[in-house]
């Protein structure tokens, strides 16, 4: 079946009608899991049906979409999702965080700042931040319901009771506008402090889950902590190997098999435009061009 | 009304014109009291390009409507009718609602959601005269300081937030002008 046989992105009328009243509903309620019918998509559970869904509602065909994976623009999952919305939806596309209006990402949120008139949107495994604490859905719904959050607290002091730390280090869990504990998505705790008041507007789909939640821009968003234990975004302790980066997320790559390794940034993009930038880290001396 | 006034005034190319004046939608929920202009609806007289824009892009058999005495006429239930489909019910069964801020009183009527299901509330799509002057200033989510917007009037809207996470949540809509007040800002008299 050609690529014209399909609705512009893909989903029917309908389904989009759908996802984009639950997506105004969770802007309403910042930090609230909306239900929604999620619908099967041809790719597989796992593989960002809730991120794709939400992108597919939103896009307008004047948008320019970037996707990444844990960062990257060049993975597995960011080239598929990215050419699915060439071929349904013919938008433009790019790798350039700064020239994109949507930006759907696994795992990370851009080193480079988001504007006004930017969208993110998470792709979420599992929504539910009390899910591995209480497994039942109908238990958590009340316990959102009453503002019952104290089995987090506690999961996070027996981090520090038996670490000496909180080991919790993504999926970091926040509190929204100080009503509704939110999962973040895995993005590295390194990143939660971008959650909150972010210019963008960020909306996370969860497809196997089918919850769909938002926060608007400016939001107030607290990651969850003790005053004698704060919160602490941590990353790895050296500089990008590639660029010379010292505040940028980093990926470790092990190179050989008698220890070596080097520290990359996991933002691609920030990382190439730092090096056409002529800087340089410790594995990557100047071009003799 | 003849049939040809009925049929016509929706969108001509539904994926792009939905999908361009969505994004106006989720601007104006997002960025309280800010205007975004949407286009591509010609309902038929009281309601507004505006309104009618955001009916075809939100409103359909599954999402049942209430129209307020203003806007309830044979032409617009017709035109309501065949580009949404939407079940026309009394305000306390609604999803949506369309009227002028005096016709949709009183505003408790409207579905404000459970405490398990905060999402299962109203959306009011109020049509307003004009988008000017200013008489609120908001501050909250979706704002960065505070913000300056033209409401019908504040007492309602300062009970709706004492009430979150439930409460209903507005559109307004003055011609092709769009802007919207969810339950979560805190409103104050200018």
New interface residues.
Partial sequence: MSEAAY???YLD??T???I???????????G?Q??FASREMPMPYGWGTGGVQVTA??????DCLKVIDQGADDTTNAVSIRKFFERTAGVATTEHTAEASVIQTRHRIPEQALTEGQ?LVYQVPIPEPLRFLEPRESET??MH??EEYGLMHVKLYEDIARHGAIATSYAYPVKV?G??VMDPSPIPKFDNPKLGGN?A?QLFGAGREQRIY???????VVSLDFEDHPFEPSKADHDCDLCGAAQSYLDEVITDDRGGRMFICSDTDFCASRRADGLRGRLSPEEAA | MDHAEILAGGFDD???Q???A??A???A???PGRIQPITGAAPPAPISPAAGAVLL????T??PLYLAPSQDTQATRQWIAFHCGAPIVPAEEAAFALGAWGALQPVSRFAIGT?????R?A?LIVEMPGATPPSARLA?????TCHEACLPEIAAFAANRTQ??LGF?CYFSAGSQLWAL???TNVEAL
């Fill in positions: 609705n512009f992105a009328e309908a989009k009608r759908m984009r009243r639950a997506l105004l509903k969770g802007l309403a309620i910042p609230y909306v239900p509602a939103c896009l307008t065909p004047e969208i719904r009340r319901a009453l506008e009503r509704y210019a507007i938002a926060l608007p821009p400016y939001t107030q | 539904p994926a792009a939905s999908a361009r969505f994004r939608c989720l601007e929920m997002a960025r892009t939100l409103v359909d599954t999402t405490a398990d299901y905060p999402d509330a959306t909250g989510p979706g704002i960065e979150f996470p949540d969810p339950r979560s």
